[in-house]
């Protein structure tokens, strides 16, 4: 058949279904799930920059996320009561290249912690253990908070009003996540397969929040898990420090990163 041809059988086509009007209308296109339209509003290879915030858990995370640059910064606090310090770590992932600043704030003297520059700190990830490496290795990571992971282990996820959704998690399908700790989840036993799960997506459908609220049990104590993803486009795209902002990572910061 020829293209002219083909035209023509087109052409024909076309009028003998408008002639006969008994073609039968193009079948509507299944509704997405509340499940596929909350995985669509994760963050993937293709986001924009962002800014997240990580509370609760086993772990408080910030920073921000540009998977086009390949790079990521994560920003810790954590206070340590029994040292009577706060412990502040920043690290920065750009392609194949790592930094991390870390400070023990108003540590005492007498607990004898490395004296760290306050510059950057440029890593050579050969020095560093295998979980650290990992840690500080850029692979594609585009949602820090593992929200996805948490979709896919929920149950009866519902729209309760646009761009609000509401329905359960078990945790124990979502240990990437970190939500909890081992013993926690063992503690938690059999509420741990439905813990009360929300998400609200922003106004151009994006991942705004993830919220896990896990109740107490035994000698737990309630926990809220939430996640914001924001700034989405506005939020700075992580730089490489200049030559004079960084120095060569000592000894003593590969001796705690690999612990």
């Keep these: 058949m020829t293209v002219l041809t083909k035209r023509l059988a087109a052409v024909a086509a076309i009028g003998i279904l408008a002639g006969c009007g008994q073609a039968t209308e193009a079948e509507q296109p299944t509704p997405p799930t509340p499940a596929e339209t909350l995985k669509k509003a994760v963050p993937a290879a293709s986001a924009e920059p ?3 915030v990580i509370k ?13 640059g390949k790079a990521m910064t994560t920003e810790i606090s954590e206070k340590i009561p029994e040292a009577g310090l706060t412990l502040s770590m920043t690290f920065m992932v750009i392609g194949e290249d ?3 600043k870390i400070s023990f704030g108003d540590a005492p003297a007498n607990l004898g912690l490395p004296k760290l520059p306050k510059k950057w700190m440029k890593l050579d990830l050969s020095r560093l253990g295998a979980d650290a490496k990992k840690d500080l290795t850029y692979d594609g990571q585009s949602d820090p908070g593992f929200v996805s992971t948490l979709i896919d282990a929920a149950d009866g996820l519902t729209e309760t009003s646009p761009g609000h959704f509401t329905g359960t998690v078990d945790l124990t399908e979502a240990t990437e996540a970190d939500v909890v700790e081992a013993a926690t989840l063992t503690a938690l036993g059999a509420k741990a397969k439905a813990v009360p799960f929300e998400a609200v997506l922003d106004d151009r459908g994006r991942i705004s929040t993830a919220t896990v609220k896990v109740p107490a049990a035994g000698k737990v104590k309630a926990d809220t898990y939430l996640v914001t993803y924001d700034r989405y486009g506005s939020a700075p795209s992580p730089q490489a420090p200049a030559g004079s902002a960084q120095v060569a990572a000592p000894k003593a910061a590969y001796e705690l990163l690999n612990g």
């Design 98 to 100: 790592s930094w991390a």
């Design 56 to 68: 609760g858990g086993t772990q408080g995370l910030s920073g921000v996320v540009d998977t086009a």
């Design 50 to 52: 962002f800014h997240y």
